[in-house]
Nanobody
Framework: QVQLVESGGGLVSAGGSLRLSCAASGSIDRFDVLGWYRQTPTKQRELVSTITPGGSTNYADSVKGRFTISRDNAKNTVYLQMDSLKPEDTAVYYC???????????WGQGTQVTVSS
């Protein structure tokens, strides 16, 4: 059973930064795709960013240039560095892992990010 544990969320002022971490139980090399999603009470869960074992990254247009996804294989951890945060970034952020691109994803429990104006 795969476990993903997010941490690093919190309350920050607009323009500030946070770094989210997602620690996996076991090697992250076994996953074709690792990613971050976010959800608010009024919106469906949306993709924020993904990263592959080779380091290829993908970002939602709304976060390009502000967020950076990275991975540390030795620590089995994926990170999301969030800079220049905006109030509209407020959401619960979830870590996601797919064994294969067509596989059902594993999800973490989520971490709340709140950006005050």
């Amino acid at each position: 059973q795969v476990q993903l544990v997010e941490s690093g969320g919190g309350l920050v002022s607009a323009g500030g930064s946070l770094r989210l971490s997602c620690a996996a139980s076991g090697s992250i090399d076994r996953f074709d795709v690792l990613g971050w999603y976010r959800q608010t009470p009024t919106k469906q869960r949306e993709l924020v960013s993904t990263i592959t074992p080779g380091g290829s990254t993908n970002y939602a247009d709304s976060v390009k240039g502000r967020f950076t996804i990275s991975r540390d294989n030795a620590k089995n951890t994926v990170y999301l560095q969030m800079d220049s945060l905006k109030p509209e970034d407020t959401a619960v952020y979830y870590c996601n892992a797919r064994r294969y691109v067509w596989s059902s994803p594993y999800w973490g429990q989520g971490t709340q990010v709140t950006v005050s104006s």
